[in-house]
């Protein structure tokens, strides 16, 4: 099973995208779904993720910005980010159960 994610860019401050994170194989139905990014110099960090009871975390820097969504059945998971900051700015990671995707940049101009 590979993951697949996309979505990222350059977006000015304030501006929003929708990042998104799908299998490429079939028969994967994964109980954690989460997205994590890493800043240059810094070490990744989660940003948001839905637990196997479908229960929602995020990180206190992006809370009531962004917004994590998933389709279990389709193993699938988005996320959408709304009045991005310059500090959001790095390569966004998607995960399934233990298996990463491969990392797609974010970039917020000032």
């Known amino acids: 099973v590979q993951l697949q994610a996309s979505g990222g860019g350059l977006v000015q401050t304030g501006g929003s995208l929708r990042l998104s994170c799908a299998t490429s194989?079939?028969?994967?139905?994964?109980?954690?779904m989460g997205w994590y990014r890493q800043a240059p110099g810094k070490q990744r960090e989660l940003v948001a993720d839905i637990n196997s009871a479908g229960g929602t975390f995020y990180s206190r820097s992006v809370q009531g910005r962004f917004t994590i969504s998933g389709d279990k059945a389709k193993a699938t998971v988005w996320l959408h980010m709304n009045s991005l900051k310059p500090e959001d700015t790095g390569v966004y990671y998607c995960?399934?159960?233990?298996?990463w995707g491969q990392g797609t940049q974010v970039t917020v101009s000032s």
């Open positions: 995960i399934m159960n233990q298996i």
């Open positions: 194989g079939s028969d994967f139905s994964p109980s954690y």
